[in-house]
T-cell receptor, first 114, second 110 residues
Framework: DAGITQSPRHKVTETGTPVTLRCHQTENHRYMYWYRQDPGHGLRLIHYSYGVKDTDKGEVSDGYSVSRSKTEDFLLTLESATSSQTSVYFC?????????????FGDGTRLSIL | KQEVTQIPAALSVPEGENLVLNCSFTDSAIYNLQWFRQDPGKGLTSLLLIQSSQREQTSGRLNASLDKSSGRSTLYIAASQPGDSATYLCAVCGYSTLTFGKGTMLLVSP
């Protein structure tokens, strides 16, 4: 168990509202990631972090922002949610410090934008 | 751009069968390849990681092989059990990217 907790686990909201998803880890790993998983697309990287206040964009970063003010917390924000952002969101961490290779995943947040 | 394909998309077998899941990728310039398992409503669990210099890795009833030159990897599951039912994903690690396949959904019936 890599000690990854995602919150909330489920959320339903309306188009245009802001949404923040939280990922919390207990083991002080440097690298953290946010992915989305959609049918027909597999897993796609949104943003990742390589330290406090150090973040970078992934493949599908448009419409998303992230913040990491503490090692243990990585937040994903949808500033103005759209229906195309309905998805399952996964947080992941890397134990060995390789920037692009997550190894442990949280259980996901199922987000529905109506 | 790396593309990863997993065949078949779904597979149903009776308990006890040996089975093979396939993963192919288009760019052979890879760092390593990883196999994951995903249970319904859960995140991914790493099963095996094969470095580009290796040919195979084994963990219990699982054996993963890698043929980098032909852009192929296989995951062999011996003596399948109902508890093996899950979606299996392969992920190809390039020098700056990680690309996932869409997965094979496996159902092992008692």
């Amino acid at each position: 168990d890599a000690g990854i907790t995602q919150s909330p686990r489920h959320k339903v909201t309306e188009t245009g509202t802001p949404v923040t998803l939280r990922c919390h880890q207990t083991e002080n790993h440097r690298y953290m990631y946010w992915y989305r998983q959609d049918p027909g697309h597999g897993l796609r990287l949104i943003h990742y972090s390589y330290g406090v206040k150090d973040t970078d964009k992934g493949e599908v970063s448009d419409g998303y922002s992230v913040s990491r003010s503490k090692t243990e917390d990585f937040l994903l924000t949808l500033e103005s949610a759209t229906s195309s952002q309905t998805s399952v969101y996964f947080c992941a961490i890397s134990e060995n410090g390789r920037s692009y290779q997550p190894q442990h995943f949280g259980d996901g947040t199922r987000l529905s934008i109506l | 751009k790396q593309e990863v394909t997993q065949i078949p998309a779904a597979l149903s077998v009776p308990e006890g069968e040996n089975l093979v899941l396939n993963c192919s990728f288009t760019d052979s310039a890879i760092y390593n390849l990883q196999w994951f398992r995903q249970d319904p409503g859960k995140g991914l669990t790493s099963l095996l990681l094969i470095q580009s210099s290796q040919r195979e890795q084994t963990s219990g009833r699982l054996n993963a092989s890698l043929d980098k030159s032909s852009g192929r990897s296989t995951l062999y599951i011996a003596a399948s059990q109902p508890g093996d039912s899950a979606t299996y994903l392969c992920a190809v690690c390039g020098y700056s990217t990680l690309t996932f396949g869409k997965g094979t959904m496996l159902l092992v019936s008692p």
